[in-house]
């Protein structure tokens, strides 16, 4: 999986000139699922995810995690994280099928909620428009595949 989380004051997506999700302060989730992906290493990234220390504490040093500052995670499906750039034009062969992509990313919104997180979402494979006021910024990349034996 791979996963590109940018600290925010504020995120949304909107789908069809409608609102989908919203969030003020957390974790703007770009999320990408590879064929090789299953729900160990999904439940790892998601546990990885809700305990970044990435905020601010009193003496300015990132220390902070999501629950301590009372943040929320806006999920977006992100299958482009995948893409073959090795000509002009991207190739997308490299993300799972939906058959495998649509449930491990629920399932990662799930563990996310289940660690007691308010979690929005877009929706997978629709034409978003996704907007946000990133804090810092700070953006962190996480790819399963380039650890060791696919686990974080």
Not at 107 to 128: K, L
Request: net charge negative; hydrophobic share 40%.
């Amino acid at each position: 999986m791979r996963a590109v989380v940018t600290r925010v004051n504020s995120a949304s997506v909107v789908i069809d000139g409608k609102v989908e999700g919203a969030i003020e302060k957390g974790f703007l989730v770009l999320l990408g699922v590879g064929p090789r992906d299953d729900e160990a290493v999904c439940d790892k990234l998601a546990e990885k995810i809700c305990n970044l220390r990435i905020f601010e504490d009193e003496n300015e040093k990132m220390n902070l995690n999501l629950e301590q500052v009372g943040g929320s995670l806006l999920v977006v499906s992100q299958f482009t994280l995948y893409a073959d750039t090795s000509s002009r034009r991207p190739g997308f062969s490299r993300a799972a099928k939906p058959d495998l992509a649509v449930p491990l990313y629920e399932r990662f919104m799930d563990q996310c909620r289940s660690r007691g997180f308010t979690v929005e979402h877009g929706r997978f494979g629709a034409d978003m428009q996704v907007s946000s006021v990133n804090d810092g910024p700070v953006t962190i990349l996480f790819d399963t595949d380039k650890t060791q034996e696919g686990t974080l």
